[in-house]
């Protein structure tokens, strides 16, 4: 296995073009659904998008596997850009939830292996 530098940043408080110099050099862009997710358009191809949605009712669905979501909105960004796509639902809490309460989330989501 290789080593992973991770790196957190909120794309908001960047200039734009700080923004695009981040994704453009990303190999894997873990985001949050948003705003932010367009960014992937500058990931070089062939890379991994891996998009975190609420576990919500609603007009998008989120299919468990990689590349099975090539018409939801962030699913079109990944297949014109030529990336790996996966989207997780995570669930939905209103409070930050107990440590024993994360362990079994984190159990239950489904990664499988990057392509």
Do not use: K
């Not at 705003?35 to 070089?44: D, E, K, S, Y």
């Not at 990689?66 to 850009?81: C, F, K």
Request: hydrophobic fraction near 40%; glycine fraction near 6%; charged fraction near 20%.
């Amino acid at each position: 296995l290789q080593q992973a530098d991770v790196q957190e940043f909120r794309p908001e408080l960047l200039p734009v073009m700080e923004q695009v110099r981040r994704a453009s050099v990303a190999d894997v862009f873990a985001v949050v659904t948003g705003q932010a997710v367009g960014l992937a358009a500058f990931l070089p191809r062939g890379r991994v998008l891996l998009e975190l949605t609420p576990a919500l009712d609603g007009p998008y669905p989120c299919h468990r596997g990689w590349d099975l979501n090539p018409t939801s909105e962030v699913g079109q960004i990944a297949r014109l850009a030529e990336l790996h796509h996966r989207c997780v639902m995570v669930p939905y809490v209103t409070r930050a939830p107990s440590a024993q309460r994360r362990r079994r989330s984190a159990a239950r989501v489904d990664q499988g292996p990057i392509p």
